[in-house]
């Protein structure tokens, strides 16, 4: 029990362009979903808190505007990096959670992404 | 400012040793603790929970909580290979159902042969 999928797992796309990245739930109602980023050899950083229906809790410094993030059903959150950059490539890294009492977070496979 | 610290490593460790791993954070409201498994590459994966005070083993693993020290660790038995990976200590603070995780920087294992 307790699975994530994340698709793509690996994405290159243009300096300019748009991509979507999804975080599904398979097995579990995630009442929270989690977007993470991950640079080589550092930890993990969180990016936004995600509710279903409601609008996303970012992290300080994290903008808004460019990492649209919706959460449109108990089993699935987006994140759409807009106008990527080179330095938007990392990995990035989804979980959800139940909302049990333990509050634990299971991790989704991730999205390599390479803008060149 | 909620901190998880960590020793990076890496830690090495012979095979089928005792692996430590040591976590202390600075939230004293902080109620559940996890430790996740990250290999090369990879995203995390749990490894297990701990919240009350005290040890929980399940398998070769054992988590250890004194929440007067502040203080997690987790014990690896009989290392094996395949254990070596980077170890991830996350807190959860204040009430249950503030999701939100703090995690450590990570400590990398390496179980030699």
């Known amino acids: 029990g307790a699975v994530v999928s994340q698709h793509p797992s690996r994405v290159i796309c243009k300096s300019g362009t748009s991509v979507k990245i999804e975080c599904r739930s398979l097995?579990?109602?995630?009442?929270?979903m989690f977007w993470y980023r991950q640079f080589p050899k550092q930890s993990l950083m969180l990016m936004a808190t995600?509710?279903?229906?409601?609008?996303?809790?970012?992290e300080q410094g994290v903008e808004k505007d460019k990492f649209l993030i919706n959460h449109a059903s108990l089993t699935l959150s987006t994140l759409t990096v807009t106008s990527a950059h080179p330095e938007d490539s990392s990995f990035y890294i989804c979980s959800a959670t139940s909302g049990d009492y333990t509050d634990t977070q299971y991790f989704g496979p991730g999205t390599r992404l390479t803008v060149l | 400012q909620k901190e998880v610290e960590q020793n990076s490593g890496p830690l090495s460790v012979p095979e089928g040793a005792i692996a430590s791993l040591n976590c202390t954070y600075s939230d004293r409201g902080s109620q559940s603790f996890f430790w996740y498994r990250q290999y090369s590459g990879k995203s995390p994966e749990l490894i297990m929970f701990i919240y009350s005070n005290g040890d929980k083993e399940d398998g070769r693993f054992t988590a250890q909580l004194n929440k007067a020290s502040q203080y997690v660790s987790l014990l690896i038995r009989d290392s094996q290979p395949s254990d070596s990976a980077t170890y991830l200590c996350a807190v959860n603070s204040a009430n249950f159902g503030n999701e939100k995780l703090t995690f450590g920087t990570g400590t990398r294992l390496t179980i030699i042969p």
């Open positions: 097995d579990f109602q995630a009442t929270t």
């Open positions: 995600s509710n279903e229906g409601s609008k996303a809790t970012y």
